[in-house]
């Protein structure tokens, strides 16, 4: 479980939106796959299981958080706390994070996983439980719309 950590945190960020929610989805998703560690079937892959697990959290926080008020400061007031060095990267980082959050959730979870943490298609698609052709087509489009929101789409 520890190797996979540094991955599962990039889906968790990515997904969220943000480095605190993010660390936040990471922990709630090692504590269920502990809790509930006698469901993973031995001979297949942790990964796959623990990513279906966050996608699951992260939904259900999403539908919860729809039905509660939001009283924490901006994600954007939060993002310069403790940067240092590399500033043309760290924009263009954060150009990148923009983008992503301008995505639908289906296209940024397919591009997350395929482009990001470079699962085949196949795999992606039994994480976030669609047909290949679902997640191909959800692929595409993301991809299509970074390239557009970057600026780099003809």
């Excluded at 991955?7 to 997904?15: D, K, S």
């Amino acid at each position: 479980m520890l190797a996979i950590l540094p991955r599962l945190r990039r889906f968790a960020i990515g997904l969220s939106g943000n480095p605190a929610d993010g660390d936040d989805l990471c922990q709630m998703t090692i504590e269920r796959a502990l809790t509930n560690r006698e469901k993973w079937q031995e001979g297949t892959r942790l990964d796959s299981w623990m990513y279906r697990i966050m996608r699951n959290i992260y939904i259900d926080e999403g539908r919860a958080s729809t039905r509660r008020v939001q009283t924490f400061v901006d994600e954007e007031a939060g993002l310069s706390v403790g940067a240092d060095g590399g500033q043309e990267a760290q924009v263009e980082l954060t150009n990148v994070d923009r983008a992503m959050a301008k995505l639908p959730e289906d296209q940024r979870e397919a591009v997350l996983l395929v482009m990001v943490e470079g699962y085949a298609y196949k795999e992606a698609a039994e994480i976030v439980g669609c047909p290949v052709g679902t997640l191909n087509s959800r692929l595409v489009r993301g991809r299509d719309a970074l390239m557009e929101i970057l600026g780099d789409g003809s």
